[in-house]
């Protein structure tokens, strides 16, 4: 059941990022590219981000554990942070 939940919360945490980055690079920058080109870069970011992490530092349980908390903490910081202009240009 945690290998399950640890696998959705990534998930969930990658698609709140893709998302984000669609919104901003689609609305407030006004970067128009088509949406699978849009869709391919986020995602692409997402993904490099990982595997740098991974490669710098290693591949060992303690390592990586220790980047999933890390990864946890900045995002409990971030959405919030990154949900306000949202919320506020919604309305």
Do not use: H
């Not at 945690?2 to 407030?28: D, E, H, P, Y």
């Not at 993904?47 to 903490?73: F, H, P, R, S």
């Amino acid at each position: 059941m945690f290998a399950v939940a640890l696998r959705a919360s990534g998930q969930n945490a990658t698609i709140t990022g893709t998302l984000t980055r669609q919104i901003v690079m689609k609305g407030f920058i006004n970067f128009r590219l088509s949406l699978w080109q849009r869709r391919m870069i986020t995602r692409l970011i997402a993904i490099m981000a990982v595997v740098a992490c991974i490669y710098w530092w290693g591949d060992k349980g303690d390592v990586v554990e220790k980047l999933l908390v890390y990864t946890q903490v900045f995002l409990s910081i971030a959405l919030p942070i990154s949900m306000v202009p949202l919320l506020y240009w919604s309305y």
